[in-house]
């Protein structure tokens, strides 16, 4: 099983944003940092999520994948399948779409100071895109 580690960080709402992804698997530990542009905190959530699937995808295809995440949100809409917010749809739906990829995937919702990896990786994406 993999676990997968992912949260999402915006300077303002919207504002610059990034999405931080840690994966430990197989006894060795992974890190992602995306700059996402101006998004709201809860967009990049959603696409950090989807990020990770897309390296799952390449690098641990037909693995069971444990996410974990301190958005309360996107663990529901996952859980649920269902979000009546506009801008979430598409995500959600990208997102369904990549984990039915794999024989299994799911969500659990951490506390933030259990996702520091991940925090740390989307608030450095965030300074990679003050840099460009």
């Given at each position: 099983?993999?676990?997968?580690?992912?949260?999402?960080?915006?300077?303002?709402?919207?504002?610059?944003?990034?999405?931080?992804?840690?994966?430990?698997?197989?006894?060795?530990?992974?890190?992602?940092?995306?700059?996402?542009?101006?998004?709201?905190?809860?967009?990049?959530?959603?696409?950090?999520?989807?990020?990770?699937?897309?390296?799952?995808?390449?690098?641990?295809p037909?693995?069971i994948?444990?996410?974990?995440?301190?958005?309360?949100?996107?663990?529901?809409?996952?859980?649920?399948?269902?979000?009546?917010?506009?801008?979430?749809?598409?995500?959600?739906?990208?997102?369904?779409?990549?984990?039915?990829?794999?024989?299994?995937?799911?969500?659990?919702?951490?506390?933030?100071?259990?996702?520091?990896?991940?925090?740390?990786?989307?608030?450095?994406?965030?300074?990679?895109?003050?840099?460009?």
């Amino acid at each position: 099983m993999i676990e997968v580690y992912v949260d999402g960080a915006a300077q303002g709402n919207p504002g610059l944003s990034g999405a931080g992804v840690y994966i430990k698997a197989k006894g060795k530990q992974y890190e992602y940092s995306f700059p996402l542009g101006s998004r709201t905190s809860h967009e990049a959530e959603f696409i950090a999520v989807i990020k990770a699937l897309d390296i799952c995808h390449k690098e641990f295809p037909n693995e069971i994948l444990s996410f974990r995440t301190d958005s309360q949100i996107v663990v529901d809409a996952i859980e649920s399948g269902y979000t009546k917010n506009s801008l979430f749809q598409p995500l959600l739906t990208d997102i369904i779409e990549k984990g039915n990829q794999f024989p299994l995937y799911f969500f659990k919702w951490i506390a933030s100071k259990q996702n520091h990896h991940a925090d740390r990786l989307a608030k450095q994406a965030i300074y990679k895109n003050e840099k460009s």
